[in-house]
Nanobody, 128 residues
Framework: QVQLDESGGGLVQAGGSLRLSCAAS????????VGWFRQVPGKEREFVAA????????GHADSVKGRFTISRDHARNTVYLQMNSLKPEDTAVYYC?????????????????????WGRGTQVTVSS
């Protein structure tokens, strides 16, 4: 199993930046495809960005393309979400998720059901 711990959330003004971190413990993080999702009260959890286990493949939701960037550092067992040009509609709890992936099956995963492990989330609030 792997345990995920998100950090880096907070309150920021519109146009500002934050960098979220997803730190893993328990197993080698490099064997996992990883994704970021977000959720606001009363709405479904939605895909934000994802990265394959090697880091060679990435994907971003249309709503964040050009503003958010997902990356990973294997040496630090951490996946990052760099968020620039933040908007009030980016306000949500952001969750990190991981899927144990064999090398031949590794891919960018866009849906909630593809992930096996979830963190507890970190709140991001963007003021106008």
């Amino acid at each position: 199993q792997v345990q995920l711990d998100e950090s880096g959330g907070g309150l920021v003004q519109a146009g500002g930046s934050l960098r979220l971190s997803c730190a893993a413990s328990g197993r080698t993080f490099s064997r996992y495809d990883v994704g970021w999702f977000r959720q606001v009260p009363g709405k479904e959890r939605e895909f934000v960005a994802a990265i394959s286990r090697s880091g060679g493949g990435t994907g971003h939701a249309d709503s964040v393309k050009g503003r958010f960037t997902i990356s990973r550092d294997h040496a630090r067992n951490t996946v990052y979400l760099q968020m620039n040009s933040l908007k009030p509609e980016d306000t949500a709890v952001y969750y990190c998720a991981a899927a144990d992936s064999a090398l031949f099956n590794s891919r960018v995963r866009f849906t909630i059901t593809e992930y096996d492990y979830w963190g507890r989330g970190t709140q991001v609030t963007v003021s106008s």
